[in-house]
């Protein structure tokens, strides 16, 4: 099952905008992480951000969360073409042992 | 460069024969090994977790029998599908963990996954 639901499921959007998606869990997670994954390719690694942490910058990317409301947010700025991709929230459930994923987002960014 | 390798990335096989997959951890022993589900446009769904030298765990609802996953050593785990049917037709990942990787923090690497056609 999915532990995280992520939305919106598509964005589309032109080259130099920023692209926000957003991830709400239903159960108390570890140290979420955001991945990246190409159309039939594995899983980049993003970004983690802890569960004691509030904001995680990489890059292009900043990361929110809010332990509170079970979310986190992915900012992409300055998108550009390449960064067309699906993109997954995951984290650690189970007792720590096992890690789950979000539905995803798959972000289209045209020229 | 890679640090975990999947192979084979594409198989076809016919409806009713069995297909291995594995899964290598190249530069770091893997005490822990997750094997993924992906449909098309879909999110992964774990199927199993593997450790070195015991059975795996399976998901709900993830036919053991059909899915055998085998963790023999510390770099190698293979998931073999049995009497697959077109309706296994699917995107495989595998992952692999450090002996200290998981809650703590640590990330987690990635197989390029398999592309798996039942014919």
């Known amino acids: 099952s999915q532990q995280g639901e992520e939305d919106p499921q598509a964005l589309s959007i032109q080259e130099g905008e920023n692209a926000t998606m957003n991830c709400s869990y239903k159960?108390?997670?570890?140290?979420l992480q955001w991945y990246r994954q190409n159309s039939g390719r594995g899983l980049v690694h993003l970004i983690l951000?802890?569960?004691?942490?509030r904001e995680k910058h990489s890059g292009r990317l900043r990361v929110t969360l809010d332990t509170s409301k079970k979310s986190s947010s992915l900012l992409i700025t300055a998108s550009r073409a390449a960064d067309t991709a699906s993109y997954f929230c995951?984290?650690?459930?189970?007792?720590?042992?096992?890690?789950?994923f979000g539905t995803g987002t798959q972000l289209k960014v045209e020229l | 460069g890679a640090v975990v390798s999947q192979h084979p990335s594409r198989v076809i096989c016919k409806s009713g024969t069995s297909v291995k997959i594995e899964c290598r951890s190249l530069?770091?022993?893997?005490?822990?090994m997750f094997w993924y589900r992906q449909f098309p446009k879909q999110s992964l769904m774990l199927m199993a977790t593997?450790?070195?030298?015991?059975?795996?765990?399976?998901e709900q609802g993830v036919e053991k029998d059909k899915f055998l996953i085998n963790h023999a050593s510390l770099t190698l785990s293979t998931l073999t599908v049995t009497s697959a049917h077109p309706e296994d037709s699917s995107f495989y990942i595998c992952?692999?963990?450090?002996?200290?990787?998981?809650?703590?923090?640590?990330?987690?690497?990635f197989g390029e996954g398999s592309w798996l056609t039942v014919v």
């Open positions: 159960t108390s997670i570890n140290n």
């Open positions: 593997s450790n070195e030298g015991s059975k795996a765990t399976y």
């Open positions: 951000i802890r569960s004691n942490e």
């Open positions: 530069d770091f022993q893997a005490t822990t």
């Open positions: 995951a984290g650690f459930t189970g007792g720590g042992n096992k890690l789950t």
């Open positions: 992952s692999a963990s450090f002996k200290q990787g998981l809650a703590s923090g640590n990330t987690i690497y």
